[in-house]
């Protein structure tokens, strides 16, 4: 954001558009903007409720998904931008407006009026002959407004909007909370040798995050490509120490702490839950995704679980004998930091591969441009920088997408992959502006990718390490996903997919990473220009299931306690949740957790926003059953068959959630999922069978 004080009369908050000026977007604008989309919604709802002459299809459904939608714009600009751009008078602002934005949200879906006007048109002839995605777009809106509340009594109607504000409020200061507590640490040295063991490009990296400051030395972050490198290479174990605890006791003590939070969070939760005739949360958000309740999404979990609970333990006894026969330390002596580094040894020692071998072949000029080129080849859709369209800092890069036959454009996106310090750690794809049939005048879709990647050095490109490369691939996933959008309706749009479908497009996108052809289109060597050998591509391949079932278990983990919070936690009866959390982690690490070990308070995949992942972290495992699945048709057609891509983009990508996700997946392989090509795929069964 760079502020101007030539402001146009027009608050350029307020102006949907696709081509989003960023450069002159000001915190000052962000409360007025918000204010008066909202009293513009207000106006739009009294409309609907209030139409004279019969209900339609289009006065009816379509004018309510198209209710709110500058607002839905505007809200959505100023929350990416606290996300990746913060300022305090940023914060300030949308810490203002977020109550509002959400109060409303919630009193659209218990306006009794707008209830009254839907079972109105549902009782209409017109309604009764709908079919396809209209039919189910008026199932599943009926569905969502008696989920949120619609047939409550008025008082209970209050209750829920009030619980829906302070959810809101809650999340959003968990979130910040983390930020903050991220950025408030670093570590800082003059002494090379305390660094024994950091690869070239890490020790590289620490010097541009000490200069980037002032100092001399060498300074590393909690952010990803800092914390990793220290954990997985620091032969100094108190610094990998001194790093584990500054990263997993985040947000648990003073200013920061985010444990009444957490707790006042989970208990809303049930309160909405039960407010409105469920079991409990899961049970809740899981109602209208393919699991339909948590005791389902619980099975999942806990099938998984016994399906490699074997091979994990099979993974933690060879890592302790290959510790203890090269380095003398039993395992009753080893401690979590101890774990990533070792794995390390025991990867190069069993492959003779090194992650840091792969990294000069993938920079990430070279990378984005072989991934796109993937993209047009399997699905058809074309990627141009587009310098014309403004950006909300010099190192984020605008794209535009075309259709490769047409040459039609189908939207825009913005690439932003290195960390800030105003920026929240991870990665992910969000969307911006959402084009739908019934919006009226067409926009293009416009999205955003986000990460925390190695970054470059100066004239030295940003050089990946493999998995930031899978990482990025399947962020395109989720883009793609919104680009190659072709609803009527937007409320049937890719971001309104059930969550436990939605990351089958981003995963399945991740194992052109892993092929021989594909890579040659996206590495390179960054001085030389050669190919990644052959002798260190078969290395990769060889290495890639090392502790699969350690890796898997680890998810399973995180979707058991999301679970467990969400289902059965009970303060009075489970006691404190950072020790209750760490008690069910336990259960899925390789050797026992520390005492003050704290992630749950900063696990923002479940608690910074209203739902999220909340009951809903199997998804990533589910979808990975999908994903496994739907690639064994690529593999049988090969991975660049574009009749197989265009499928894929006919009866997945494109059809968001005009259809129950089981018959779109059902559209593409032509039977239910199967989950035999992911233990495959994981090396935990055998091709064969």
Not at 365 to 385: A, D, H, Q, Y
Not at 611 to 626: C, D, K, N, P
Request: charged share 20%; net charge negative; glycine share 6%.
């Amino acid at each position: 954001m760079i502020a101007s004080n030539n402001l146009t009369t027009k608050n350029p908050l307020t102006i949907r558009t696709s081509t989003i000026p960023f450069s002159s977007l000001e915190a000052t604008q962000i409360v007025p903007a918000i204010e008066e989309l909202i009293n513009s919604a207000l106006a739009d709802l009294q409309a609907i409720k209030q139409l004279t002459g019969p209900r339609t299809f289009e006065n009816t459904l379509c004018a309510l998904d198209n209710l709110g939608l500058d607002l839905d714009f505007s809200i959505g600009i100023v929350a990416h931008l606290e996300s990746v751009a913060t300022t305090p008078a940023w914060r300030q602002a949308y810490n203002t407006v977020l109550p509002k934005v959400t109060d409303f949200r919630s009193r659209v879906m218990l306006d009794q009026g707008l209830w009254i006007a839907l079972k109105e048109f549902a009782a209409t002839p017109e309604a009764a002959t709908l079919n396809g995605p209209r039919k189910r777009f008026l199932t599943t809106t009926m569905d969502s407004f008696r989920r949120s509340g619609a047939e409550l009594s008025g008082a209970d109607k209050e209750r829920l909007a009030k619980i829906d504000t302070e959810l809101a409020e809650l999340t959003n200061t968990f979130s910040q909370h983390t930020l903050d507590a991220t950025n408030a640490f670093e570590y800082v040295t003059s002494d090379v040798t305390a660094l024994s063991g950091l690869p070239e490009s890490a020790l590289t990296m620490g010097k541009n995050l000490a200069s980037a400051k002032g100092l001399s030395g060498w300074r590393f972050t909690l952010q990803a490509p800092s914390f990793l490198a220290i954990m997985t290479h620091a032969d100094d174990r108190s610094l990998r120490e001194h790093f584990y605890h500054a990263f997993n006791t985040r947000c648990s003590s003073g200013a920061l702490d985010n444990r009444e939070c957490l707790y006042r969070i989970l208990e809303l939760r049930a309160q909405k839950a039960t407010l409105l005739g469920f079991k409990d949360f899961s049970d809740l958000v899981l109602a209208d995704r393919m699991a339909k309740n948590g005791a389902e999404a619980n099975k999942f979990v806990e099938d998984l679980q016994s399906h490699i609970e074997t091979h994990f333990h099979r993974d933690n006894q060879e890592l302790f004998e290959f510790i203890g026969e090269r380095f003398g330390i039993n395992k009753e002596d080893l401690k979590p930091w101890d774990i990533p580094y070792y794995v390390e040894k025991m990867r190069k020692a069993l492959y003779d591969f090194d992650e840091e071998d792969l990294r000069p072949y993938f920079a990430l000029p070279r990378v984005l441009n072989g991934l796109f080129t993937i993209v047009e080849r399997v699905l058809g859709i074309s990627v141009r920088v587009n310098t014309s369209l403004p950006t909300w800092d010099p190192l984020v890069t605008a794209y535009s997408a075309f259709d490769t036959e047409s040459q039609t454009l189908v939207g825009h996106f913005y690439a932003d992959l290195f960390p800030r310090e105003n920026k929240r750690g991870g990665a992910w794809m969000n969307s911006l502006v959402t084009h739908a049939l019934s919006d009226g005048p067409s926009l293009p879709h416009v999205g955003l990718i986000a990460g925390n990647f190695s970054p470059p050095n100066g004239e030295t490109p940003a050089l990946l390490t493999h998995d930031e490369v899978t990482t990025l691939f399947h962020e395109v996933g989720h883009l793609l996903h919104l680009l190659c959008n072709t609803t009527e309706l937007r409320g049937q749009s890719m971001s309104n997919v059930a969550w436990d479908f939605i990351e089958l497009p981003s995963q399945i996108l991740e194992n052109w990473c892993w092929d021989r052809e594909s890579l040659d289109l996206c590495a390179a060597h960054h001085v030389t220009g050669e190919p990644i050998p052959e002798e260190l591509f078969q290395k990769m391949l060889r290495a890639r299931n090392f502790r699969s079932a350690s890796h898997l278990m680890r998810q399973v983990g995180f979707s058991t306690v999301d679970l467990n919070l969400h289902r059965s936690y009970d303060r009075s009866t489970c006691g404190d949740v950072v020790t209750h959390a760490r008690s069910i982690l336990s259960r899925f690490t390789s050797v026992p957790l520390p005492e003050d070990y704290s992630m749950i308070l900063t696990f923002s995949h479940l608690f910074s926003s209203p739902v999220g992942y909340a009951a809903g972290y199997y998804s990533y495992q589910w979808a990975e059953v999908l994903d496994a699945d739907a690639f064994s048709r690529f593999q049988s057609a090969g991975l660049f068959d574009q009749a197989t891509g265009m499928a894929f983009r006919d009866t997945i990508l494109s059809r968001g959630d005009s259809d129950d996700p089981e018959a779109l997946f059902q559209a593409f392989m032509g039977r239910r999922a199967d989950i035999r090509p992911l233990l495959v795929r994981s090396g935990l069964l055998p091709s064969g069978r």
